[in-house]
Nanobody
Framework: QVQLVESGGGLVQAGGSLRLSCAAS????????MGWFRQAPGKEREFVAA???????????DYADSVKGRFTISRDNAKNTVYLQMNSLKPEDTAIYYC????????????????WGQGTQVTVSS
């Protein structure tokens, strides 16, 4: 069982920045695929970014087109934590952001992740 706790959401003006954090339990965090998803009111939960283990100390990062170049996903295995740095925020980025984990590989779909955090609200004002 993996527990995930997000933090770092809040209210920010358009063009501003926020950094989300997600602390995970588990002894093999370094091998987890970690993802960020978001869900705006009345919309389905959508993929934002993912960071997964490839081999050795190599990891990949994957981004939705809507956030590419503005958001950066990173991880600190010593702290069992994954981050989402969000820059140049837009009102359309407003949503509840969820951290997700899979102990194996995962793709961009919600069903490929087994564990979810409780979500953190991000609101971008225009």
């Amino acid at each position: 069982q993996v527990q995930l706790v997000e933090s770092g959401g809040g209210l920010v003006q358009a063009g501003g920045s926020l950094r989300l954090s997600c602390a995970a339990s588990g002894r093999t965090f370094s091998r987890y695929t970690m993802g960020w998803f978001r869900q705006a009111p009345g919309k389905e939960r959508e993929f934002v970014a993912a960071n997964g283990w490839l081999a050795g100390s190599q990891y990949y990062a994957d981004y939705a087109d809507s956030v590419k170049g503005r958001f950066t996903i990173s991880r600190d295995n010593a702290k069992n934590t994954v981050y989402l740095q969000m820059n140049s925020l837009k009102p359309e980025d407003t949503a509840i952001y969820y951290c997700a984990a899979n102990t194996l590989a995962a793709d961009r779909t919600t069903v490929s992740y087994d564990y979810w955090g409780q979500g953190t609200q991000v609101t971008v004002s225009s």
